[in-house]
């Protein structure tokens, strides 16, 4: 339990006790459903989901249900592809209306025909300059990616015995390619992940495109997708540069960490709020300690979620160094730093029986803190 995110286990709490109050509180009217379902759910906003998991829902607002879009795995697209093509949509069409059975469901959909001029063959045999394969769009329910006429990527997709070839996922058809990139050697997944690091180097790519780059390779633990990321680190736009910056801070990657304390420490202009939360978020992948003087640092920021990610951080590294800003830490005016400092102090100095789980530090917070304020005056 001690190796999840704190925050997150601060927020399973709290849940719980809600759950309780609203079952002890509900009137005989009310009923409980639950759908297994994940397909038939209302979409939901990734970018805006980071900054949920890190505040929780607000107290006056509705959660609605939300469509739990799978995870962009790239070495399982490019393992399970019968075909993996570089290319672009030239024609895109319906070919029928039809109903699919999702999830014991039926739902109307489009049955839908692209054709793509292929530039370059990554995985598979294909000799021909064209092809073509189907993709299904639901009317209602899941919320399946769409191919739309000049769109360049690199498909993945799946042969279909006498009948072509369809996309093998529903959501994630294609991964953003561009057309200039040069031919890499390698096994498959080397080819593919050299497409897409190509993006954030050809001067021909958009902003959206780099972005999109970025969040497939920001989950690709490689040498070659770090060094692309590291690169990415660079970018002129301070949004790409923050998220090419947390991917690497996740992956303990601290080459760039003095522009993330930079960034945290100041008043950034023109940022989404969810990209500075995503950025502090990120310090919790730290465990060189290396990273301890800036870690120390970044417990001075304004900004909480800074701080209760620096006090993570400093626990992470389990070094002796750390017991000094972890000190300071438990002085903080916030009750998830002071218990990140907490375990940190438990854990460098092998005292498990005062590094409490959260029920227990909630319960009688003063104790550990007395505790560990007293151990620290006796140290020096």
């Known amino acids: 339990m001690r190796h999840r995110t704190i925050h997150t286990m601060f927020l399973v709490v709290m849940l719980v006790a809600l759950l309780c109050w609203a079952l002890r509180n509900r009137t005989p009217t009310e009923s409980f459903s639950t759908n297994a379902s994940q397909d038939l759910q209302p979409e939901a906003n990734p970018k805006n989901n980071r900054a949920t998991a890190l505040t929780g829902p607000s107290s006056n607002s509705t959660v609605a249900s ?14 399970d592809a019968d075909l993996i093509v570089v290319g672009e949509a030239m024609a895109v069409w319906e070919e029928e209306r039809t109903t699919l059975d999702i999830n ?14 292929v530039s370059r063959v990554i995985k598979g045999q294909f000799d021909h300059s064209s092809l073509s394969y189907k993709f299904f769009l639901p009317e209602s329910g899941p919320k ?10 690199l498909f993945f997709l799946r042969a279909e015995q006498q009948r072509g070839y369809i996309v093998l996922h529903p959501y994630y058809p294609f991964v953003v390619a561009s057309p200039d990139a040069p031919e890499v050697k390698g096994s498959y997944f080397d080819r593919v992940v050299a497409q897409v690091a190509h993006v954030l180097t050809s001067p021909g790519t958009t902003i959206n495109q780099r972005r999109q780059a970025i969040d497939v390779l920001g989950e690709v633990k490689t040498g070659a997708a770090t060094t692309a990321l590291r ?14 910056i947390a991917f690497l801070l996740r992956r303990n990657d601290i080459s760039a960490l003095s522009t993330a304390e930079g960034i945290l420490l100041s008043s950034v ?15 919790e ?15 001075e920021a304004d900004d909480v979620q800074t701080r209760r990610s620096a006090a993570a951080g400093l626990r992470h590294t389990s070094v002796e160094d750390a017991i000094k800003p972890l000190s300071r830490a438990l002085e903080d005016s916030d009750r998830e730093v002071r218990y990140n400092a907490v375990l940190g102090l438990a854990e460098i100095t092998k005292q498990g029986e005062w590094g409490p789980s959260i029920p227990k530090y909630i319960e009688d917070e003063q104790r550990y803190l007395t505790h560990w304020r007293e151990w620290v005056k006796n140290r020096r």
């Open 66 to 79: 939300a469509e739990i879009i799978p995870a962009l795995i790239l070495e399982d697209l490019t393992r």
């Open 285 to 299: 992948g730290i465990s060189d300690p290396q990273a301890i003087p800036s870690l120390a640092r970044l417990l």
């Open 231 to 244: 690169k990415a680190a660079d970018e002129s736009d301070i949004t790409l540069r923050m998220e090419a």
């Open 144 to 153: 399946y990616k769409e191919v739309v006429t000049r769109q360049f990527g």
């Open 104 to 117: 014991g469901q039926r739902i109307s959909a489009s049955r839908m025909v692209a054709q793509l001029r």
């Open 269 to 283: 202009q023109n940022v989404d709020d969810y990209v500075l939360k995503n950025l502090a978020f990120a310090l």
